[in-house]
């Protein structure tokens, strides 16, 4: 019995875009997330405001939402997709200390949107980063995954922790 099969590779083992075009629209959603624990003076000059570059929280979510529009064009043989909705959440995890950023993205298409949100969440933590390093260059970006997808030929999945 043949295991899973790499759709991205060929017959020949070459790297080529998987053909959506005899697959079927769907509502497809992914979800995913990741953290950026920081110390707390940090996490508190954030949730006050008084980063020197601005809004940390409100330009993260901006970011993250460029992103997964321009996923495409930034992983190879991703397709481009029409996504219906991108949505960027960012909440305080004083336990952390951090913040928990989560991504959904929603398309109706051929292909699933796991890396644009994963894109979504990676580039919002990253961007939490760069607007708070001048005071924490300790910060740690951690637990980028995917925790659901729904649509498309291979199902459901949820992470189960």
């Known amino acids: 019995m043949a295991g899973p099969v790499l759709t991205h590779l060929g017959a020949d083992g ?22 950026v624990t920081m110390s707390a003076a940090t996490l508190a000059m954030i949730r006050e405001g008084n980063a020197k570059k ?17 996923t495409h064009e930034l992983i190879p043989l991703c397709h481009p997709l029409l996504l219906t909705k991108v949505s960027v959440d960012i909440v305080e995890d004083a336990t952390l200390p951090g913040l928990v950023v989560t991504a959904l993205a929603r398309v109706t298409g051929k292909t699933g949107v796991e890396m644009e949100a994963l894109t979504a969440a990676s580039v919002a933590c990253l961007t939490i980063y760069d607007m708070a390093k001048a005071v924490d260059r300790g910060m740690v970006i951690s637990g980028i995954r995917l925790v659901e997808k729904t649509g498309g030929k291979s199902g459901d999945y949820r992470v189960s922790d």
Do not use: H, P, S
Not at 54 to 70: W, Y
């Open 14 to 35: 070459q790297a080529n875009m998987v053909d959506v075009g005899d697959k079927a629209e769907t509502t497809r959603t992914a979800i995913a997330e990741g953290r």
């Open 54 to 70: 601005g809004d940390v929280i409100g330009t993260a979510r901006i970011a993250g939402i460029m992103a997964a529009k321009k």
